[in-house]
């Protein structure tokens, strides 16, 4: 009976934060990037190739949205931000990223990435996110090739708060990572 009076009250909690939300003007989430959200940390391992990072383009096909929190809309914050923030992450599986456009004669494989969705979504208690990427690889021989990459991330709705909306997708998006370095650990074997 404890149980059921706890989730009770759980839930009365959310109701009245989402109607107070709702009273209000719906301010778009921090999309702040966090390395640490990912279910297994990346070994890093030196590779002989350079990345550059272009900011990625948001081709969602919904922009003001990123899914519901219960009843209300998350407004989407700046999503090509906060993907760029992660793929410059890519420095955690031990690439190097060019920052100052100086590259030492290293050869450098150019990113020029686009998010096509970044979207949430609520199963009881667990929230899971989804995040698309399409990447075109400019190798230093100019050719280029492109893939699309898919990954998810889930977590447990601790407290109701849209930022745990925003963890899921870091989740994700540090998934997607791991098959980004996995591909591109391929082309710099490519380039040497």
Not at 23 to 52: I, T
Not at 145 to 154: F, L
Not at 176 to 184: H, I, P, T, Y
Request: aromatic share 6%; net charge positive.
């Amino acid at each position: 009976m404890k149980k059921i009076t706890c989730i009770a009250l759980m839930f009365a909690a959310l109701a009245t934060q989402s109607a107070l939300a709702a009273e209000g003007e719906r301010q778009p989430l921090s999309m702040n990037y966090d390395s640490v959200a990912a279910d297994v940390r990346p070994v890093p391992v030196a590779h002989a190739c350079m990345l550059k990072v272009l900011p990625v383009v948001d081709e969602r096909l919904n922009k003001d949205t990123l899914g519901v929190n219960l009843t209300n809309p998350l407004i989407s914050g700046d999503a090509a931000g906060w993907a760029t923030a992660g793929l410059q992450n890519l420095s955690d599986f031990g690439f190097l990223i060019e920052k100052t456009g100086v590259t030492d004669g290293q050869a450098r494989i150019t990113l020029s990435p686009k998010i096509i969705r970044a979207y949430t979504w609520q199963v009881g208690l667990k929230l899971f996110g989804t995040v698309v990427i399409k990447m075109d690889y400019t190798r230093p021989d100019g050719k280029v090739e492109s893939k699309t990459y898919r990954a998810s991330g889930d977590k447990t709705n601790m407290w109701g708060a849209d930022a745990e909306y925003v963890t899921t997708l870091n989740y994700a998006l540090n998934n997607l990572l791991r098959k980004v370095a996995v591909d591109l650990d391929k082309q710099c074997g490519l380039t040497t």
